[in-house]
Nanobody, 126 residues
Framework: QIELVESGGGLVQAGGSLRLSCAAS????????TAWFRQAPGKEREFVAN????????TYADSVKGRFTISRDNVKNTAYLQMDSLEPEDTAAYYC???????????????????WGQGTQVTVSS
C-alpha cells in the first residue's frame, strides 16, 4: 500500500511559477514511477508528466513541454512538478499517481496507475 499526498497548489498570475510536491509513504520501494495528471472542470483527466524512479527518465505532455519539469528525491520519497510560464489553460486540479506493479512498457499507461493522491488545485489568472 502506498499513500500519496500532494501540496503546493495555489493561485498565481499568468507567467508565474508554482512547485507541486507529491510525498509518498508506505511501500515506497515498489513505486516504480510517479506521474502527474490534471483535470479541469468539465474536462477529462489528462496526463501531464511521468518520471521513472530508478533512472530518472521523464516524459511530458506536449502542452507542458519546455514549461514544466518533473523530478524526484529518492531520500525524501517525494516527486515534484516545477511549473513555469503558467497559462490560464493550466488551471486544474493536479493529481500524482503511482502504479501498483511494474508496468507493461517503459512508461505506464494511465490505466496502470493504481494509487492516487487527493489532488491540489492550481488556478492561473490572466
Amino acid at each position: 500500500q502506498i499513500e500519496l499526498v500532494e501540496s503546493g497548489g495555489g493561485l498565481v498570475q499568468a507567467g508565474g511559477s508554482l512547485r507541486l510536491s507529491c510525498a509518498a509513504s508506505g511501500r515506497t520501494w515498489s513505486r516504480y514511477q510517479t506521474a502527474w495528471f490534471r483535470q479541469a472542470p468539465g474536462k477529462e483527466r489528462e496526463f501531464v508528466a511521468n518520471i521513472l524512479w530508478s533512472l530518472g527518465s521523464t516524459t511530458y505532455a506536449d502542452s507542458v513541454k519546455g514549461r514544466f519539469t518533473i523530478s524526484r528525491d529518492n531520500v525524501k520519497n517525494t516527486a515534484y512538478l516545477q511549473m513555469d510560464s503558467l497559462e490560464p489553460e493550466d488551471t486544474a486540479a493536479y493529481y500524482c499517481a503511482a502504479p501498483r506493479y511494474q508496468c507493461r512498457q517503459y512508461f505506464c499507461t494511465e490505466d496502470e496507475f493504481y494509487y492516487w493522491g487527493q489532488g491540489t488545485q492550481v488556478t492561473v489568472s490572466s
